[in-house]
């Protein structure tokens, strides 16, 4: 049978069978199509196994604590066969040892006195070990993006989380789980900035909040995932190792996506290389960080990263104290995997929809109606009971998950492309700082006003104060652009321009005036294309 990648890759020999030319150009454009999805796939699925690893903590704490010696220890239900309220006292509900021993019905114990996987070295393994290297590493990985091969850093750091993930499987120690998840932390804390730069010089800005929603979902795609692995995958005991399999499997799949970036991914053209060509002024980083757009932009999005990484570090934990006697693993996966993949799948085509007529302004308003909308549901999904939780959860997160890919698709459009690494890096930074060592405070909250205050606090009332957050800074943002404002120029070039997603065109420093002979020729660097031109892409 013969094969059109001979033609492709090697000479044809004599004797063998040769397409066509035009079947060879036609298969070779085929190839060219799938590329950009197929980068978009290996980015993803990296970024799932390394947040997969990242959250299986929250999951697996309970068994990992009582392994390792670490956290609080509570009374707690071990008894299945019956439901809550045919108990004639909640385990919870003492905090003397023997008193929880003496629980019983019919000479049937039902509590326990065991470690439940909270207390402070918790929040401790769970936010800042994994933190304090992961927002520092992101800003210097974010700086050598700007300079280096993006595709090699990433597979080198994906190696790294990979091997990290896969030793956590064989810790003695907890300070073993500490060092790993913090050599895991530095890892990871490549994949945001360089996947964010290569996927932006491969798509163009009409699918750009869309391309940054699915892989940012990654995210939510590893938390979700987390549920019925740690769950169930722990209680399946395979080979005696309980919860240490979930992290052999998931350094495994991260181990393949790693060979796959290195090997098969390529280095897009930088079209910031271009424009130094062109004599543009040195841009200061600082006078980009500085705007108040991007303050206020980064502040918003810190809080609103509060909010979900309170639930996250926290859902498992919470629904196994206050609903013991239900199984809730795969309510959480379904509703994190599907419904939060509908909502950001739905929140960057809405903004990618809007931001052609309304400017990049209407991209910071889908973040804050959307945030708008997900608060009461986010207050309900810890209030209610088991069914209606999962209900209000669900809405809850149609509307907020929205978030991270839009948050990223503004940064890029309001940032010059020669530090739009380095700028992802110093707001990576920055807002898991914020967001990801705030719930530390969820501990010290919880034993003052209760555990369920305390996460609605920091998870739904977060939410509404980010909603606030974003609401200010839209005034902020560029309204649409003018038509009168476009310039003419080659329509073959302009087409190449914008599909290669270099549309870059909503930030100009204030002392950069082109040279008069390339306005005259129609090569100005920053240019304003009419809504009815990006649309068509």
């Excluded at 290569?198 to 699918?207: R, T």
């Excluded at 053209?269 to 932009?297: C, F, H, M, N, Y």
């Excluded at 209000?392 to 309001?414: D, N, P, R």
């Excluded at 920091?458 to 649409?480: C, E, N």
Aim: a neutral charge.
């Amino acid at each position: 049978m013969c094969h059109f990648f001979y033609s492709l890759l090697d000479p044809p020999k004599k004797g063998t069978c040769v397409t066509s030319p035009k079947m060879q150009s036609t298969m070779k454009e085929k190839l060219r199509m799938l590329y950009k999805p197929y980068v978009l796939a290996v980015l993803t699925i990296g970024y799932i196994a390394g947040e997969l690893g990242h959250y299986l903590i929250g999951v697996t704490s309970k068994a990992t604590a009582i392994e390792l010696d670490y956290g609080d220890q509570a009374c707690q239900q071990n008894h299945t066969d019956y439901l809550r309220h045919e108990l004639p006292a909640q385990c919870a509900d003492f905090i003397i040892e023997h008193e929880c021993h003496q629980q019983h019905i019919n000479g049937t114990v039902y509590c326990e006195w065991n470690y439940n996987g909270l207390g402070l070295e918790y929040q401790l393994l769970a936010g800042p070990s994994f933190i304090a290297v992961f927002t520092v590493m992101g800003v210097v990985l974010g700086v050598a993006a700007d300079r280096y091969n993006r595709v090699r850093m990433l597979f080198f750091c994906t190696l790294v989380f990979a091997v990290a993930i896969l030793l956590q499987g064989t810790v003695q120690e907890y300070w073993h789980l500490i060092l790993l998840r913090m050599v895991m932390a530095a890892g990871e804390a490549g994949c945001n900035p360089l996947a964010t730069g290569i996927m932006s010089d491969i798509f163009p800005e009409s699918k750009r909040a869309l391309v940054m929603a699915i892989f940012n979902w990654g995210i939510y795609g590893g938390y979700g995932i987390a549920f019925p692995v740690g769950r169930y995958i722990t209680k399946l005991d395979i080979g005696g190792l309980g919860w240490r399999v979930c992290y052999y499997g998931t350094g495994v799949l991260a181990l393949i996506m790693a060979v796959l970036t290195g090997t098969t991914l390529r280095e897009p053209e930088r079209q910031s290389i271009g424009e130094d060509a062109t004599g543009k002024a040195k841009i200061s980083l600082w006078k980009v960080l500085l705007q108040p757009r991007v303050l206020l932009l980064v502040l918003a999005a810190s809080i609103r990263h509060c909010g979900g990484m309170t639930f996250a570090y926290n859902a498992d934990l919470y629904y196994n104290i206050y609903f013991p006697d239900v199984d809730l693993g795969w309510w959480l996966f379904a509703v994190t995997i599907g419904i939060g993949s509908i909502g950001v799948v739905v929140g960057g085509v809405v903004s990618d929809k809007f931001v052609a007529k309304m400017g990049i302004r209407s991209r910071v308003a889908c973040l804050a109606i959307s945030q708008l909308l997900a608060t009461p549901f986010a207050f309900g999904s810890v209030y209610f009971e088991p069914v209606w939780a999962m209900i209000t959860l669900g809405i809850s997160y149609f509307f907020a998950e929205m978030w991270f890919g839009i948050v990223f698709a503004v940064l890029v459009e309001i940032v010059p492309l020669q530090v739009r690494s380095t700028t992802i890096g110093v707001f990576l930074f920055v807002m898991n700082n914020i967001g990801g060592n705030l719930p530390i405070l969820v501990d010290p909250l919880a034993k003052a006003i209760g555990y369920r205050g305390s996460v609605m606090f920091f998870y739904a009332g977060f939410y509404g104060i980010s909603t606030l957050l974003f609401f200010i800074t839209m005034f902020f943002m560029d309204g649409p652009k003018p038509e009168a404002a476009t310039v003419s120029h080659d329509a073959t070039s302009h087409a190449n321009h914008v599909e290669m997603g270099h549309e870059n065109n909503t930030f100009q420093p204030d002392d950069y005036l082109p040279p008069p002979h390339m306005a005259a020729n129609g090569h100005r660097n920053i240019v304003s294309v009419r809504p009815s031109e990006s649309s068509r892409l």
